[in-house]
């Protein structure tokens, strides 16, 4: 069985989570088996050792492209959201992965992320009580993919659209 790892990358507040489980729910429907490694569910719980700096979030990337590789041929789709922002981090997915591995752009303006933000994380990263918030800090900014297989743009796409677009690279592919 081949597994195709789909690599849902953006900013936090992007979409990421949403879009994923709403493919995941479909591809369930189809009858295929689905893995959802969240990245915010594995940094809160195997790698919380690690911290924000530029070398923790490509570590804790490089884990979880390790723990993909090692589910491959377990799972007819691995689902991956996270916010993955540095390309030597998804380049290195891509490589390891090779004809198994989509990267999934969920394009999102950052001033769209702080509206939707309802943490409050983007507003504390602004204020200075949060270092290293990605797409803030200019230690971890985030690198806009160069050739995504899919981009979502949920400035102007609703969740359905999305999830429809997703789905249709599935099809094709």
Known sequence: MKTLVLWFSGLSGSGKTTIANCVSEELRKRGKTVKIIDGDVIRDTLHKDLKFTPEDIKENNRLIVLMCKENLGLWDYILVPIISPFRESRNFARNLLSGNFAEVY??????????????????????????NFI???????????????IVVDTNHEDISQSVKKVLEYIDRN
């Open 106 to 131: 969920i394009k999102t303006d950052l001033n769209e992320c702080i509206r939707r933000d309802t943490k409050g994380l983007y507003r504390k990263a602004l204020e200075g009580s949060i270092d």
């Open 135 to 149: 797409g803030i800090s200019p230690q971890t900014p985030y690198e806009m993919p160069d050739n995504p297989e």
